[in-house]
């Protein structure tokens, strides 16, 4: 086993899910988990996830007896600095931050074992080991960061983030390490995933019935199907029409899903539209539509005897950003199937993908023979619209916004890059501006295109979309949808900024 040691990096089930790559077997640990608690004799060796922190506000030296396990440890961001600083080396603020791609100068070292002697790595970072431990020599290092990564015996760290498909060779480094230094086993695969949750699942539920939260999406219908592997027809979809839908959505659902599960479909437009009424924060929109979403799968499970259990198709980007991971992760936003959920439930929640990323869920989805539009769809958000209209809900917004998305999602299927896209979608900006037609003077709403290449959600850059294509678009944009006059083009990778606006 390798112990991944989370200090709430948001990439932390990242590492572990690379290894897993690696067919080597690893488990999650909180940076307070009890040493006592991880089974040593089966230990191979320890990474030290990046977090939200720095070493000069959390107590480094408490978590020394991480170093005194005796074996190879790979540190990366800040298990990079809490390294460094434990090791005997010093860490400070640096003058110059560097967040996103960076260039990497390399030394000769197993870890780096077959990678270019330059190449492209991510970074996220604020903080920079100045000073190295007794004994400790450089590795990398960048224009801006003299010490980009060190080793120490049999202690390697990296001050940028091999685990993001952003950095090149970042599987290579993470490959040599658990092949040349942990020497670790590898057993682990997708298939075997599968039959221990089918086993879980199996073995908690019984012979009860379940409802399951679908979307249509691929999320919730893999864990439906995994779940209905487990338990057969007692599974009970529930899809819930929440006005937030994009167009001809609820009927394209319902085509795709009620031939493979038993599926009840709620209208709850009005429902959802009044308590967004005039709510302008995101993280309100988020919590209520959670909350909404609930109380209506608890008002399902009542009608039919017995039903216990809820399962939803959450996965770890929803859970870390959430603030809900095993270490002491920082709320990016709450999603509604995480961060929104109410505080007292009558149901008990099921996540068979909770720790899981989107592509590991599309191999699921090939392992069950899922249908391939299926596993091809694009991911949308669990609150839908609200969350791609910057500011309060209407009808009358939602109208707009929805013709503008089907005009960008007919002409994005017509370009090559359009299978290659993770999402491409518009939003509706709560500004008003100046356009003239028809030689008119008008004041309108604005759309932003949105358009990422990313593996997993948790990093991702903007796709640089053909001139004409944008052009063709915001032609089309601005003739057809009455009441939007403009339309611009989002330029941003994550970090720093998030996939979805909201």
């Known amino acids: 086993m390798i112990a991944v040691i989370d200090f709430g990096s948001q990439y932390t089930q990242l590492i572990a899910r690379r290894v897993r790559e690696c067919h080597v077997y690893s488990e999650i640990f909180s940076c307070y988990t009890d040493i006592n608690d991880i089974d040593k004799k089966s230990l191979e060796g320890l990474i030290l996830s990046g977090g939200p922190n720095s070493v000069y506000h959390t107590r480094a030296k408490s978590f020394k007896h991480f170093f005194n396990l005796n074996v190879p440890i790979l540190g990366i961001c800040y298990g990079m600095q809490l390294a460094a600083q434990i090791l005997g080396g010093k860490v400070r603020h640096s003058k110059k931050r560097e967040y996103g791609h960076a260039c990497i100068s390399v030394r000769t070292s197993s870890i780096f074992s077959k990678c270019p002697k330059r190449f492209n790595v991510w970074m996220s970072h604020g903080d920079s080991v100045v000073k190295l431990p007794h004994g400790a020599r450089i590795i990398a290092w960048t224009e801006t960061t003299p010490i980009a990564a060190f080793q120490l015996g049999p202690v390697y760290c990296l001050q940028f983030h091999p685990e993001v498909h952003h950095t090149q060779f970042g599987f290579t480094i993470i490959n040599n390490f658990l092949n040349k230094t942990c020497k670790a086993k590898r057993t682990w695969t997708i298939n075997r995933f599968v039959q221990d949750e089918v086993r879980k699942i199996g073995k908690i539920v019984g012979d ?49 899903i009620s031939p493979r599960i038993n599926l009840r479909v709620v209208n709850a437009k009005k429902r959802f539209l009044s308590r967004l009424l005039k709510v302008k924060s995101p993280e309100r929109k988020r919590k209520i539509i959670g909350n909404e979403f609930i109380k209506i799968f608890e008002a399902e499970a009542r009608k039919i005897k017995g039903i216990r259990y809820l399962v939803q198709g959450t996965l770890y980007p929803d859970v870390i950003e959430s603030g809900k991971g095993i270490g002491p992760s920082a709320i990016i936003k709450s999603h509604h199937n995480v961060g929104g959920l109410p505080k007292k439930m009558r149901l008990k929640i099921i996540e068979p993908l909770r720790f899981l990323f989107k592509d590991e869920v599309r191999q699921i989805a090939r392992v069950l023979k899922l249908p391939s539009s299926f596993i091809e769809r694009k991911p949308f958000p669990g609150p839908g619209l609200a969350v791609r209209i910057v500011g309060p809900v209407t009808e009358k917004r939602l109208m707009l916004l929805r013709q503008a998305d089907k005009i960008l999602l007919e002409e994005a299927r017509s370009i090559k890059k359009y299978k290659d896209i993770w999402q491409i979608f518009a939003v509706l900006l709560p500004l008003g501006s100046v356009g003239v037609m028809g030689d008119k003077r008008t004041y309108d709403s604005v759309c932003a295109i949105r358009a990422v290449y990313s593996e997993d959600g948790m990093t991702a850059d903007w796709v640089r979309l053909p001139q004409e294509f944008l052009n063709r678009v915001s032609r089309r944009i601005t003739n057809e949808v009455r009441g939007i006059n403009r339309v611009v083009y989002d330029i941003t990778s994550k970090p720093p900024s998030t996939i979805e606006w909201e």
């Open 208 to 256: 009860e019935k379940v409802i399951c939260a679908v979307s249509g999406g691929i999320d919730s219908t893999v864990a439906a199907a995994l779940t209905t592997k487990a338990i057969g027809d007692n599974l009970i979809g529930v899809f819930v029409d929440n006005g937030l839908l994009r167009m001809d959505e609820k009927e394209e659902v319902r085509s795709i």
